[in-house]
């Protein structure tokens, strides 16, 4: 695409100023007539009123055939019609044109002498040669052109009346006005010329400057190309980002406020790019705060426990980081802010530290069940003998109840033990269905005498899954008999096992770390297994202690049952997972990776 | 089987398991004979005539561990039972060479004790013999 150029066409050029008329430039310039054309039709046209004048006019003076004039009358018609076949270029060369016009001087001077009528009017052919020579665009030889003709004329003279001059005021008048002629058409000429020259130069000018426009437009349009391309993969970049950016001018002016600002606030950016840091939401007051508090000190803060209402109505705790934003030569520009939604980071947090105390806990508890287990193991021994020995039937009783609280004491404390223990697990690649069978038949007797029906939903082509089995026959063990428990009244226990890929959804809001990890780290193909029960339900207060160690809602039971089997499972890389309506049911769900890890 | 022939060596630190002990297995008919730490167990085994050794885990002055490559020594197959501090010693590769006849979890199931004893005693004459 090329600027339009104002196309200066010839036409168009201011007429010359001084003279209130126009040289014929378009004839002259005219591609068809051209300068050759117009000197050859003049040459001609002099050719034949010279012939004319010669050959049909009878006058005393005239002189009788001469063989020379005759011989440059041939030759001049030669060149007229020589010129026709003449390659533009020769006019331009320098000596060529005045060489013609010489030429055509000199065949004038020949037909007047031939013609006999010096003293005519014929005297005004040579002012014709004088204007043609004005193509020559020459003054120079135009005037010499002017000066020739009067030397010749003046030579005609001198031969036909014998004088130089001749005091006929009519002839000398001649001369000058010749003179005149050639100073008009010649500076006319030159001026024309000036006028050509200049137009060419503002033609080549204005092609130049077309050809710079457009190849600066070309330039300017692959840069804003390239800047566009940059711009999009800024803002790509910016969209893409998970952390919220929001960058406040030094106006307060809010500049940027990308997705993830949006994602994190809850804040549309249509709606923030009209804002001032101080007429930000209220919602994000600290950050207009830690915005201007920048803006003012030229600082970088860091917020790192910050919470945030967002626009959902939630509180969002952020890390909020802002820093100045400045010029390549260190001039402040405004203020940055990026937010990093660390919820999953405060969780991962929260479990560490729970999971600290209760390690802690823990190794306190293991020492103290290892302690208890000897005066245990006397009064147990005692109590039993006791309760052999006595016959009084009251103290025989009470001597049985000594024993039976011991044995559970003694139960607290293996639970205990368990559960602080570390987790070495031994894995080995298990039939899943066979092991479950094998603990339902061993719980038979409970199952029947509690009017459960069982309900087996094994997957058809289960694979085999990498368990420590003891440990993952505890779990399942702990599992039915919860079951069986919240069914008092009977009901259906439905066990069912499948395969999926990555980890088992959470439906309940409490995570724990390990499961966390698992669900941010590892993607893995997972055996599942079902244990679900139409009990009485689990309530959504208990729903969240209920992995806790020491929570139970049974009248007897250590609470760590549940908390022992989330370990085991953990250790295991897998996750146990709830979901439970009061009064319908509870599933747990159990999933293991196939592969050992 | 005589019972009253066979003597048993008793490792117990705490006393009132120790008592325990000795109450039920006297009653069973053996001789029993009573040490609180781990160099009386040795003092006994030089002095006396022992069929059977049963010992807890930990002694005030040596572990298990320590003393019976000792008793095993002198005594080779001496039946040694070993009150385990959990469930899983017997796989514990250590003692795995010094032929333990067997392990028992405390609190101490005294009936089933009592039979591994009498299985182990009865194939065996007594020492005193």
């Known amino acids: 695409m090329s600027i339009a150029t104002a196309d200066l066409h010839p036409r168009e050029i201011a007429p010359v100023p001084f003279f209130r008329f126009r040289f014929p430039h378009h004839l002259v310039s005219h591609p068809a007539l051209g300068r050759k054309g117009i000197l050859s039709v003049f040459r001609a046209l002099i050719f034949l009123i010279i012939l004319v004048l010669v050959f049909f006019n009878k006058n005393e003076n005239q002189v009788v055939w001469n063989l020379k004039i005759d011989l440059f009358f041939g030759f001049y018609l030669l060149s007229i019609i020589g010129m026709f076949f003449l390659n533009p270029k020769w006019l331009d060369k320098k000596y060529f044109l005045p060489g013609i016009f010489m030429v055509d001087t000199v065949f004038i001077t020949l037909g007047i002498y031939r013609s006999g009528m010096i003293d005519s009017d014929l005297f005004l052919v040579f002012f014709t040669t004088v204007f043609i020579s004005a193509i020559s665009q020459d003054v120079k030889s135009v005037f010499s052109v002017a000066l020739v003709s009067c030397i010749l004329y003046g030579f005609l003279e001198y031969k036909s009346t014998g004088e130089f001059f001749n005091t006929d005021t009519n002839f000398l008048v001649r001369f000058p006005f010749l003179f005149v002629a050639a100073a008009l058409s010649g500076f006319m000429a030159m001026d024309t010329k000036k006028h050509k020259d200049a137009h060419a130069r503002l033609m080549n000018m204005n092609q130049f400057l077309a050809e710079r426009a457009d190849a600066s437009t070309q330039k300017l349009i692959v840069m804003n190309q390239k800047l566009k391309s940059l711009l999009e993969y800024h803002h790509c970049v910016l969209s893409s980002l998970k952390t919220g950016v929001i960058v406040a001018q030094k106006d307060g002016h809010i500049r940027t406020f990308n997705a993830g600002a949006r994602q994190i606030t809850g804040c549309v950016e249509a709606e923030m790019a009209e804002r001032t840091v101080d007429t930000l939401p209220e919602e994000l007051a600290p950050i207009a705060a830690a915005l201007k508090r920048t803006l003012e000190t030229e600082k970088s803060f860091v917020q790192d426990h910050l919470d945030i209402k967002t626009t959902r109505s939630e509180m969002l705790p952020i890390t909020l980081e802002t820093s100045a934003l400045r010029a390549g030569n260190g001039e402040l520009l405004g203020a940055i802010a990026t937010l990093k939604d660390v919820t999953l980071l405060r969780q991962m947090e929260t479990q560490l530290v729970r999971s600290e105390r209760f390690s802690a806990l823990g190794e306190m508890a293991a020492g103290v069940a290892h302690e208890i287990k000897n005066p245990l193991n006397a009064i147990m021994g005692f109590s039993k003998r006791l309760s052999s020995k006595l016959q009084e039937p009251n103290l025989k009783k009470y001597a049985e109840i000594i024993a039976e609280e011991v044995v559970r004491m003694d139960a607290i404390v293996n639970d205990v033990l368990e559960y602080s223990r570390p987790d070495r697990v031994s894995k080995v690649p298990t039939d899943i269905h066979a092991m479950v069978d094998e603990t339902i038949q061993f719980l038979n007797e409970k199952l029947e005498k509690g009017n459960i029906r069982i309900i087996k939903n094994y997957s058809s082509d289960m694979p085999l899954v990498a368990m420590d089995l003891p440990k993952i026959r505890q779990v399942v063990l702990n599992l039915v008999l919860n079951a069986v428990q919240a069914m008092p009244e009977g009901g259906t226990l439905t066990l069912s096992t499948g395969v999926v890929d990555g980890l088992v959804v959470q439906d309940h809001k409490q995570v724990e770390a390990d499961q966390l990890f698992q669900q941010l780290f590892l993607q893995q193909k997972m055996g599942i297994l079902t244990v679900q029960d139409t009990g009485c339900g689990i309530s959504k207060e208990n729903m969240s202690k209920l992995f806790h160690p020491f929570f139970t809602t049974k009248i007897t039971g250590t609470g760590l049952g549940l908390s022992i089997c989330h370990k085991i499972i953990a250790s295991h890389g897998g996750t146990l997972d709830v979901q439970s309506e009061p009064g319908k049911g509870s599933r747990f769900s159990v999933s293991l990776p196939l592969e050992d890890t | ?129």
């Open chain 2, 1 to 129: 089987m005589e019972k009253k022939n066979y003597t048993i060596l008793l490792a117990e630190d705490e006393e009132a398991s120790r008592f325990l002990y000795y109450e039920e297995l006297s009653e069973e008919g053996y001789r029993v004979l009573t040490a609180a730490n781990g160099l009386q167990v040795l003092g006994f085994l030089e002095d006396d005539k022992v069929d059977l050794l049963l010992t807890d885990i930990k002694m005030p002055d040596m572990h298990a561990m320590e003393m019976i490559p000792i008793v095993r020594q002198d005594f080779p197959d001496l039946p040694i039972l070993v009150a385990s501090a959990f469930k899983g010693m017997e796989d514990d590769f250590t003692l795995k060479g010094f032929n333990i006849s067997g392990f028992y979890t405390k609190p101490v199931d005294i009936s089933l004790l009592k039979k591994r004893i009498e299985e182990i005693l009865s194939s065996r004459v007594p020492v005193a013999a």
